[in-house]
């Protein structure tokens, strides 16, 4: 299994999406109350940029009046046409076979200090709004 290194969690709070092109393909990274899910980037309706929609909750019914407000930030609604979809499962949350493709993510600590080790690196500067490579 290929691994793509995303970036430190530090730069992905809670709450937060950031959309990666891996190999050609484009996932979106969502950190929902700490942890980590991914999906692609493609409504299976009319392939629309999905991970760009509004995240939000669920709004459930019991009974007819009785509505509850539940699940905030889990759920992911295309920015085209509203289909919604649970970020961490894919599904939609009508009754639907329709899914979103869902990639596996994890949390290394030191995964990203061995990938950069022995890579080398030049001191960069920001002078007057001009990035300079000092060399």
């Not at 909750?57 to 609604?77: N, Y």
């Not at 001191?123 to 300079?132: N, R």
Request: proline share 6%; glycine share 8%.
């Amino acid at each position: 299994m290929a691994r793509y290194v995303v970036g430190p969690a530090s730069e992905l709070p809670p709450s937060s999406r950031r959309i990666v092109n891996v190999d050609g393909r484009e996932i979106g990274v969502f950190n929902v109350n700490g942890l980590y899910y991914a999906l692609r980037n493609l409504c299976p309706h009319q392939s629309a940029p999905l991970c760009l929609g509004e995240v939000t909750g669920l709004a459930v019914s019991d009974e007819p009046g009785e509505i509850q407000w539940t699940r905030e930030g889990e759920i992911l609604r295309c920015p085209w046409h509203g289909w919604e979809f649970d970020i961490l499962s894919g599904r939609t949350v009508f009754k639907s076979r329709a899914r979103v493709k869902t990639y596996d993510v994890r949390v290394e600590k030191e995964a990203l200090e061995r990938l950069i080790e022995g890579v080398e690196t030049y001191p960069v500067t920001v002078e007057d709004e001009v990035v300079i490579l000092e060399y």
